[in-house]
């Protein structure tokens, strides 16, 4: 057996993460990874969905067998499964590692695991899984994993795991990880809504396809701003441009009231970026913000 597999994966879960994992983490697995569900149904989907694994309604015979167990399910189920798994960890002489791929939280969660002589951390692809376990495991190869082990050992592990999947472990302390979550959630999330709410407006400007007039300018911003960060911006508040944005903020006022407090919270938050990078943005900026275009 080559040395870096583990004997038997084991996944609770059997959810989007869950399916890429037992995909990309096959090869790693001398048996056929073992993956747990609550539902048969999506247990059943699962092994249709990802050829050469297998799937038990049995969480006890996964820990029996297993010697690294991913927990994917939903954060809020997180604490009930570790339960679960701690009361199983008593009736069991090994120790496998465990890991969850939670962003919000570091090993903590997992301290009835690691009482129990476990080695635990956390796990979190900075990646979406939305359903695609082969175009999924391509994306990992090479995407950025935020581990937090509870010890060097376990931070080993959580590596080697990451290694498997061919991406690149980041550790995150136990203390940032709500920070660190935060901060992809802000990236990518948000991203979604300022997409969805610039598109409505725009169809209220007329425009028929608006996606496809935002697609070209946001991917655009999007490669500048990750090469070049801030120095990225470009628009009226870079340029200082006042009236520009009592004409956006009363617009907005009298066609997309809703948009009116997004808008202002960027824009006062690009100004204060501004002032940071050492630039003196115009004060009439942000009395423009403050003032005009008020929604009664
Ligand atoms: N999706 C992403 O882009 C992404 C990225 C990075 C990390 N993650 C993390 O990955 C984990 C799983 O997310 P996902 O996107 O794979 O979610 P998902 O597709 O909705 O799957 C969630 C899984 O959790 C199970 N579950 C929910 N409540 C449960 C409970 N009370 N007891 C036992 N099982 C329960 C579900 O079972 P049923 O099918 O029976 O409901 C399902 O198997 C989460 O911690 C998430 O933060 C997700």
Redesign the pocket.
Known sequence: MNIDIFRRIGIV??????RALALGLKPASHKPPLLW???PE?LAEAERQVDGIETTPNLGALVQTCDAIAI???????S??VATLAAEASKTPSSPFVF?????SGAAPLAPLRDAGWLTAAI??A????GNPPGEVARMAGARFAITGSSVDAAVQARRVVGLLGGVAVEIPEERRALYHAALCHASNHLVTLIADAAQALERAGVAAPRALLAPLVQAALDNSLDRGFGALSGPLLRGDVQTIRDHVAALAAHDPDLVAAYRAMAVATIDRLEHEGARPDAALRRALDSSGAVP
């Open positions: 879960g059997s959810g989007r993460v869950a569900g609550r539902s999506q994917a399910v939903a954060d809020d189920a997180l009930g499964i969850h791929v939670s962003g919000r979190h692809p990646m979406t899984f939305t």
